[in-house]
């Protein structure tokens, strides 16, 4: 009987460590993907932003990471429906930087 339930227990413990290790090479497989997404990404940013543009977004990626990855994300997704055919002027970034600021900018009252 004792024997019975070592055998269990080294079951069950062998059991454990192959889901732990499917757990983990889930997870590594997950950081590899988004890892990639974000290379794409970054590459395509190169092609449609000018280097002052780059700049700027980066700074904003600082200060404010939800409204730069918005940003990041529309651009990229214009530029896969062929809609941006020239590079991206730092001035042209800040007009669109303000309309989607501005179209997400949560506004406080305080009534007293």
Known sequence: MAEDIEEIRRKKLLE?????????KAQEEEARRQMEIEAQIQAILRRILTPEARERLNRVKLVKPELARQV????VQ?????????K?????????????????RKEYRIKW
């Open 16 to 24: 454990l460590q192959r889901k732990l290790a499917e757990q983990q």
């Open 88 to 104: 991206i002027s730092d001035e042209k970034l800040k007009r669109i930087l303000a309309q989607i600021d501005a179209r997400t």
């Open 72 to 75: 990041e994300l529309i651009l």
């Open 78 to 86: 214009l530029y896969q429906a062929g809609q941006i055919r020239e």
